[in-house]
Antibody
């Protein structure tokens, strides 16, 4: 059973960089897609992006210029960086993964991290 | 980008009654459609994928149907633990993957 445990700063000022990490337990990195999804307050889920860690990385076009998702297999975690945050980036951020070598739904999720952007 | 539209936004149902949730895609997603249950303070939980395949552990009262652009999630007899927000999500062909805006199932 895959378990995801996420951590990172929860309060940022406008223009700072959001940095979140998701620890992976119970799985190797091959054969999965590793993803980030967020939920702004009172709104629905928004897909941020995903990577399979071996060269296939996709980002939401609306965020593409500001985001980076990377995998560190030596540390068994993957990370999200979002540059130049503003109030609209305030959300609960979830890491998630899909087991498989092709695209698919998210079988496992982290617990979520509330990130607030405020001056 | 494929737009996923869910209806209704809120569904008021009494325990034991049937709930029918709809999800429409702006273009065909074949059967590459998932349903999630989301409760406050928890991570979303995958219930159904491939439009109609229940994940191990999803109760049999949950059923999914549809293909192409029209999909339905049916909860045959609502239990107290089923009151939540439900999202559909497509994963057809190529990202970005998109979610519907959600249907809140509340106690009538």
């Amino acid at each position: 059973q895959v378990q995801l445990q996420q951590w990172g700063a929860g309060l940022l000022k406008p223009s700072e960089t959001l940095s979140l990490t998701c620890g992976v337990y119970g799985a190797s990195f091959s054969g999965y897609y590793w993803s980030w999804i967020r939920q702004p307050p009172g709104k629905g889920l928004e897909w941020i992006g995903e990577t399979n860690g071996i060269g296939n990385t996709n980002y939401n076009p609306s965020l593409q210029s500001r985001i980076s998702i990377s995998v560190d297999t030596s540390q068994n975690h993957f990370s999200l960086k979002l540059n130049s945050v503003n109030a609209a980036d305030t959300a609960v951020y979830y890491c998630a993964c899909h087991a498989g070598n092709t695209y698919g739904p998210y079988d496992f999720w982290g617990q979520g991290t509330l990130v607030t952007v405020s001056s | 980008e494929i737009v996923m539209t869910q209806s209704p936004a809120t569904l008021s149902v009494s325990p034991g009654e049937r709930a029918t949730l709809s999800c429409r895609a702006s273009q065909s997603v074949s059967s590459h459609l998932a349903w999630y249950q989301h409760k406050p303070g928890q991570a979303p939980r995958l219930l159904i994928y491939g439009a109609s395949t229940r994940v191990t552990g999803t109760p049999a009262r949950f059923s999914g149907s549809g293909s192409g652009t029209e999909f339905t999630l049916t909860i045959s007899s609502l239990q107290s633990e089923d009151f939540a927000v439900y999202y559909c999500q497509h994963y057809n062909n190529w990202p970005p993957w998109t979610f519907g805006q959600g249907t809140k199932v509340e106690i009538k």
